[in-house]
């Protein structure tokens, strides 16, 4: 099998929660600077392998001459130099999403999303956030849309409405979120809401559940 099919199968176990078996396609892919981004995506964020911020490091170095990935290394970086205790650097943070957003990446975008709703350097802004966060939904990040999903749900922004959260999570769903599994479950059990679907709930805490997720698997032990 080539090294192409190989990182083709292995973005398919990723978007499918097999993180594991994923990075282990990646790596099995010798110098192929894609295939090393999606093992510093799954070492940041503990996916199928344990968490190593070192090693994250050490892979962008090794792909940073590549100039069709600059976008995504500064991505990257941004979210090290963020929210990474250890190397949590915001003047190297912002830099990074600045230069990052100027290319048009979607990471920075979310990212640039994050500041302005969590006021990192000092300023909230949370109509700011939601623009940032739907530039980089329109990128098809997956993280972007799981937080337009939240600021619909807790009603942040102007037009709020439960429907659009469901459609960010269903969007998030796609694009590999099996937070959103959960998410949306919670929203069809809460008799709150004119959404209420008991079948509904039931299936996506199954999937939720499939994907690890045992406070969704306590949940459906009560309810069926």
Known sequence: ???????????????????????????????????????????????????????????????????????????????????????????????????????????????????????????????KSYNFYTEAADKNNSKAFLQLAYMNYYNEIKNASIDSAIKYLEKAIQFGENQAYFDLALIYLDKEFDKYNLEKSIKYLKLSAKNGNAEADLILQKIQ
């Open 1 to 127: 099998m080539n090294n192409k099919n190989i990182f083709l199968d292995g973005l398919i176990e990723k978007n499918k929660g097999n993180y594991t078996k994923a990075y282990e396609l990646f790596s099995s892919i010798k110098d192929e600077s894609l295939a090393k981004l999606e093992k510093v995506f799954l070492l940041i964020n503990g996916l199928g392998v344990n968490k190593n911020y070192n090693d994250a490091i050490l892979l962008l170095k090794e792909v940073e001459k590549d100039k069709n990935l600059e976008g995504a290394i500064l991505g990257l970086l941004g979210e090290l130099y963020l929210y990474n205790a250890e190397l949590k650097d915001l003047s190297k943070a912002l830099l990074c999403v600045e230069n990052g957003i100027m290319l048009g990446n979607s990471i920075c975008l979310k990212l640039k999303g994050d500041i302005y709703y969590h006021g990192i350097y000092g300023e909230t802004n949370l109509e």
